[in-house]
């Protein structure tokens, strides 16, 4: 279990806290109010409601949030769009499918939900806030009601079931928040798992599903009373691939393979013992079982039965050790699309064995999902292939032995939409889905039934005939077009010029971080390294060092993985688009008229002892963590330890060299390895060239005396000396 750590509310609470510079309170005392200021209402909280009229009524009965919310107004169905690319959040009018207006805002959003009397909430991944805005008009821009601050990069939203209580997942800062809808109150903080992404509440609001976009995990946290998480849990996605021969022939099959004689019945087995055993019908022997590894855990989608699907990719790294399989080695798809489901309970997470995929033509990078309701629908958005995936959410059901091998036999129909398709929200009422295409920046309607209507069969499942109804937004700002090329080319999955197997860019590299997997190479098993910040600075490149520049390291990460090229004028726009992302910011760095919206506790919360004695553990949390990054920052440059003699600079890069740390096994080519880089290193886990080392503090401790020195250290020196790495 985790236990509860104060980060986003400790910034919450302390921006709420007199300052040193902030004025004295004047010594006289205050005039006698007025009878006019006695008679007149309250001001509302900041982050409250202002109006008195009709407000949005959401329409997701989840009460999950996306890049696309629906609600209802005036007998109108309006979908609110977070457009990270434009900083904005368009209003559309569904009915008469026009956009009718466009909302600034203060940051990139990545999510956005209505909540219960009608305010808009987005999460804005690049400063670490929440924007509430309230519409005024529906043909105008809405209002900013108040800036919260949240763990940095706050992406997945959630209210529970009663809508009081809005739930936060924050992938960057690692870490589930509750707030009181009413207010913006926070509740209470739980650190998670690296990389969490969306969020739904259960059915009956006693828990929250939060799923991970690697490291092949879901948590399961309880919420406590008010909403607060208390404590989590951490399912594993991680799956089985079953290969058999299909070429030998029935009669040799049935003397090498002679069917088992009977058994009696044996009881229900386990969700485990059941991936083990299971083989699909047909009596087809297994050649081989390939464990796989879960990621790319974007999206979650709860059905009326309270089960939770998740859409993930399942992957083949290979086996630890050197020339085959993995990244390149083996000619076999090492990415192969999936859906996981977990009870409403909580209890488990089903990942049926498989026994088949669709290969390049498979959903490699899941990232959105929404299920409609009346006939259960599982609806899944694919990024690098442009279209989106109706399932039969019945097809699966948790508890029950697997009646499929692969998610092709769940497949309803396809349908194309625009290029990036990162967002998805279903109006159950009309049948219909809207379906937010950020690269594209626009919006496609596509039904949300199990018949499609018309179709015309094209390999490997049905399309709706015809165009779909397709909404431009407009857009005040957008990438340049170099960068944009680059984008599309680093989600194209299913393309060739990649890889073999049609991996994209962002199998291994979601959002140009990591995927916290070790791969079989050529050299032996080596960790994905983090590309985002880490390109320029930072050569030689490969583990190896021997690439003096990305454009030599970049021919052969392509060679290796089987893929037929880019042009040049393509590698470029690549590396421009990675060379333009940026770590995610802090909500620390506000502007004054933001300053003067960001939230503070109502009056009740900032008054008496307890709210007095958590502002002051909050302060002196802050201030103990600024100590231990100090200590640290001593520790690490000192001669004793050694650290800086090899991670140089400012920025703690590299000193472009090999150094032999002893580090190598019998299954590494070479005993030399490169400096890496430390820029954002606590987000990277795990560690050393091979991932032998889950945690930072694993590594401190694993490498005295050949990779600097920590023996001498006390446990809280080494503490010290993590916390110093975290914050880099």
């Avoid at 393309?495 to 995927?515: L, Q």
Wanted: hydrophobic share 40%; glycine share 10%; with cysteine.
């Amino acid at each position: 279990m985790r236990a509860a750590a104060p980060t986003a509310v400790a910034l919450l609470l302390l921006a709420c806290s007199p300052g040193p510079r902030d004025p004295a309170p004047a010594p006289h005392a205050a005039p006698a109010p007025s009878a006019a200021a006695l008679a007149a209402p309250p001001p509302a909280p900041p982050c409250a409601r202002h109006g008195t009229g009709p407000a949005p009524a959401p329409l997701d009965p989840t009460h999950a949030g996306s890049g696309v919310a629906l609600a209802g107004l005036g007998g109108r169905t309006l979908a609110f769009i977070a457009d990270e690319d434009d900083a904005a959040l368009h209003t559309v009018d569904l009915d008469a499918r026009s956009a009718i207006a466009r909302t600034p805002l203060a940051g990139r959003p990545a999510q956005v939900i209505v909540l219960g009397d009608g305010r808009v909430v987005a999460s804005l991944r690049d400063r670490g806030l929440l924007e509430v805005l309230e519409p005024v008009d529906a043909a105008a821009p809405l209002a900013r009601r108040c800036l919260v601050p949240v763990a940095s990069e706050p992406v997945g939203l959630a209210m529970t079931p009663d809508r009081a209580t809005l739930l936060v997942a924050s992938r960057w800062g690692h870490a589930l928040t509750s707030f009181a809808t009413v207010d913006l109150r926070p509740l209470g903080e739980l650190p998670l798992a690296r990389d969490p992404s969306a969020v739904v509440a259960s059915a009956d609001g006693q828990r929250a599903f939060v799923s991970h976009a690697v490291g092949g995990r879901i948590s399961v946290v309880a919420l406590g009373e008010g909403g607060a998480p208390t404590e989590a849990r951490e399912l594993s996605t991680d799956g089985v691939e079953w290969r058999f021969r299909p070429l030998l022939s029935k009669k040799f099959m049935s003397s090498a393979f002679p069917p088992d004689p009977p058994r009696p019945p044996a009881p229900a087995p386990s969700a485990s013992a059941r991936r083990a055993a299971f083989a699909p019908s047909g009596g087809a022997p297994v050649v081989s079982r390939v464990e796989r590894r879960g990621s790319q855990g974007f999206a979650l989608a709860r059905a009326p039965s309270g089960a939770v699907f998740a859409p993930i990719a399942l992957v083949d790294p290979g086996p630890e050790t050197r020339g085959s399989g993995g990244y390149g080695g083996a000619r076999a798809q090492t990415v192969i699309e999936h859906i996981a489901v977990v009870d409403a309970k909580g209890g488990r997470a089903d990942v049926p064995p498989v026994s088949s995929s669709l290969g390049t033509l498979g959903c490699q990078l899941p990232r959105a999902a929404a299920i409609e309701p009346g006939e259960e629908v599982l609806l899944v958005t694919c990024l690098g292939r442009d279209e989106v995936i109706a399932y039969d959410a019945r097809a699966q059901i948790p508890g029950q032995p697997p009646q499929v091998g692969s998610v092709r036999d769940r497949e309803l129909f396809r349908a194309r939409v625009g290029a990036g398709p990162t967002a998805i929200a279903v109006d159950s009422a009309r049948r219909r889905a809207v379906v937010f295409s950020r690269f594209d920046g626009e919006l496609t309607i596509l039904p949300a039934a199990r018949d499609p209507g018309p179709t015309e069969y094209r390999a490997p499942s049905k399309e709706p005939a015809g165009e779909l109804p397709v909404i431009v937004l407009p857009r005040a700002s957008r990438l340049d077009e170099l960068r944009a090329e680059g984008q599309r080319l680093f989600h194209a999955a299913g393309d060739r010029r990649t890889a073999f197997d049609g991996r994209a860019c962002a199998s291994c590299h979601p959002d140009g971080r990591d995927d916290a997997l070790t791969w079989s190479t050529p050299e032996g098993p080596r960790q994905t390294p983090m590309l985002m910040g880490r390109l320029d600075g930072t050569a030689p490149y490969g583990w190896e060092g021997d690439k003096k520049d990305l454009e030599g390291h970049f021919a052969r990460t392509l060679s290796r993985l089987g893929g037929s090229g880019l042009r040049p004028d393509e590698r470029d726009a690549l590396f421009a688009y990675l060379r333009g992302m940026a770590p995610p910011g802090e909500a620390t760095a506000l502007a004054a008229e933001e300053r003067a919206v960001t939230v503070t506790p109502p009056p009740a919360a900032r008054g008496g002892a307890a709210a007095s004695a958590a502002r002051g553990a909050a302060a002196a949390s802050a201030a103990a963590r600024a100590d231990l990054v100090a200590r640290g920052d001593a520790l690490f440059h000192s001669s004793k330890a050694g650290c800086s003699n090899c991670h140089l600079g400012d920025e703690l890069t590299t000193d472009g060299a090999r150094h032999d740390v002893r580090s190598a096994t019998r299954f590494d080519a070479a005993r030399a390895f490169e400096t890496p880089s430390l820029r954002f290193v606590g987000r990277s886990a795990p560690y050393y060239h091979d991932g032998r080392y889950p945690t930072l503090l694993a590594l401190v401790e694993g490498v005295d005396g050949t990779m600097g020195h920590t023996a001498h250290l006390s446990a809280d020196d080494r503490r010290a000396l993590v916390t110093y790495l975290e914050s880099l």
